[in-house]
């Protein structure tokens, strides 16, 4: 009964592999311990909110009674006036004065996470494309030439061959830089390119699909495993 259990897991983790036409070329075995882990939604959660924290900036700022101008000179003399005594008009009571309690740029949104987490995180996404049926795997991708509408004719075979709709939001998980696909798809809107060494749990999350290049996996076991 067991060995039946694992050549069923074996069967499913089985994925087509097609060329940049669209066409299905062969069948491959995604690595179980990126692609077939179990899903923790909490856990995915808190890695999301805490990438979401650590890229977030301080843009808010008000000025307290010490950063504002002017304020050196007391106003009048403590006594004898009649009125409350005062010793800067750069006082928060005052118009013009600096704020109490307002925002500042001196808060710290940022949150730890340990990088174990962040990992495993990350394999859980890739699980879930995976068996959402929202990864598409390709041998190799090869331009002649960085224009968009050579990219939008390679995602127009993989939209036809595929059946699935590629003009929603795609991710393509690169091995290494390449300036050729990265310009290409520039102007294709809901489309961008990532290298494995850079991939996070936010991106892919972000996007419905995932394209990703066989060399790409490598680079991911090479980087996070």
Known sequence: MYDLINVDLQEAMKTPVYNQKGEEISKVDLPAEIFDVELISDLVHQVVVAQMSN???????????????????????????????????????????????????????????????????????LTSKVKDQEFVLLDKMEITESKTKVMAQIFSNLKDKIKKDLSKSVLIVLPQTDLKISRAVKNIPKIKTIRADSLNVLDVLSHRYLIMFQESIKVIKGTYL
Do not use: C, Y
């Not at 010490?66 to 006036?81: A, F, I, L, Y």
């Open 55 to 125: 890229a977030r900036k301080v843009i808010a700022h008000t000025k307290d009674r010490s950063e504002r101008r002017g304020g050196g000179r007391k106003p009048w003399r403590q006594k004898g006036t009649g009125r409350a005594r005062v010793g800067s008009n750069r006082s928060p009571i005052w118009r013009g004065g600096g704020i109490t309690f307002g925002p500042t740029k001196d808060r710290n949104f940022s949150k730890k996470i340990n990088k174990k987490m962040k990992t495993k995180a990350l394999f859980m996404s």
